[in-house]
């Protein structure tokens, strides 16, 4: 399954409801059409829908509708935000991408995908959405990587309400994982080598990694190079320039792998944006009180451990001033 890049540690248009929190569902299966079969996720919140629909589209590498991956990361991120939500009367779809998990029917190899892929599988989704729950338009929510996948959707879906832009890159990702290696414990001294590699990737050119360290092998294995290649060619704060529906940008100020400088691009780009800037709150969305970085890494591995104050309610809070009438 596709390297965990990001992670080098481990019916939209009603108000939404205010008064006693409602019966909600525990979340059942929903499929879309894939390429070659299925993909699956998580239906969860208010049915009948009585306010915004959002489609939460997953971080980096194999993460899964809960927001884990079989590389360490257990904090159950969307499984929580889904929860949430609904308890604020806000209906989620948190998806497996194709040839992962429950979607693995989709596509032989969920390694050879591009963000045109995923942003196909977005469209797909959408619609379904859309019939099931008989929103006129759907909310995309991106956490990291899914940040750029939605803003790039965006640009082809007239049937989104609106971004919620969680922990996301405001610049092409060769630029923001070039920084993360430089600034990871264990990648200094392969920094150089590994600018080479994410110089070639963003020309568009394969790499032989064989003669290179192990962990630069596993980063930039040949299987994954196709969508690097892909990934590298966008520059998000370019795609959000002139973005005319409401865009929520959600960044912790403790986030050690997306820094806020990165939220402040995507502002910049887009002035009409909501910038939200939450203290004490990592990239996987719990509370971290120090800069401490094994602290910060501790919350990546505890899915008893509930989101950060503000988080649930600063997104529910967007939605239910930006949902049109």
Known sequence: MRIHIAGLLASCCLTVQAGPIPEVDPGTLIEAPGPAGPLQGTLQGPLPVRGPVVLMIPGSGPTNR??????????ATYRLLARGLAAHGVTTVRIDKRGMFGSSAAVPDGNAVTIEDYVADVRSWTT????????SCIWLLGHSEGGLVAMAAAQKEPDVCGLLLIAAAGRPMGEVLREQLTAHPAYPS????AGAVIDALQAGKRVDVALMQPPLQRLFAPQVQGFLISAFSYDPAQLLRGYAKPVLILQGQRDIQVP?????LL???DPKATLMLL???NHVLKSVASDDRKTN???YTDPDLPLAPGVVDSIAGFLSTSANP
């Open 267 to 269: 502002r910049q780009a």
């Open 260 to 264: 806020e400088a990165d939220a402040r």
């Open 128 to 135: 379904v959405i859309r019939q099931r729950t008989g929103a």
């Open 190 to 193: 392969m920094a150089s080598e």
């Open 66 to 75: 809960d927001g884990d991956n079989r590389q360490g990361l257990r904090a």
């Open 279 to 281: 203290p004490d709150v």
């Open 297 to 299: 890494a501790a919350t």
